[in-house]
């Protein structure tokens, strides 16, 4: 059973950046078949970014140019550097498969704030 654990969320200013961290322990897991969704306060959970089955990247409207998903297939870790943060980006942060296959990690606190 893959076991999912985010990291790297935190506090920053409006323009700002974070680089979160995705690491996944349990059975055989593809870091290619993985992306990254956020919930925001009162909302629901969304898809922020992921990898088209030709291997490319993919992103949510709302993030494209700031946001860049990479992926390290030798130790299994995902990653999501976020750049120029605006306060709309303020969430917790999960990876998962697509469709979300795994349990949910507990997630990163991401908080774009003055």
């Known amino acids: 059973q893959v076991q999912l654990a985010e990291s790297g969320g935190g506090l920053v200013q409006p323009g700002g950046s974070l680089r979160l961290s995705c690491a996944a322990s349990?059975?055989?897991?593809?870091?290619?078949?993985m992306g990254w969704y956020r919930q925001a306060p009162g909302k629901e959970r969304e898809w922020v970014a992921s990898f088209s089955s030709s291997g490319t990247t993919i992103y949510r409207d709302s993030v494209k140019g700031r946001f860049a998903m990479l992926a390290d297939n030798t130790k299994n870790i995902l990653y999501l550097q976020m750049n120029s943060l605006k306060p709309e980006d303020t969430a917790v942060y999960y990876c998962n498969s697509l469709p979300a296959s795994y349990s949910w990690g507990q997630g990163t606190q991401v908080t774009v704030s003055l």
């Open positions: 349990g059975s055989i897991f593809r870091v290619k078949s």
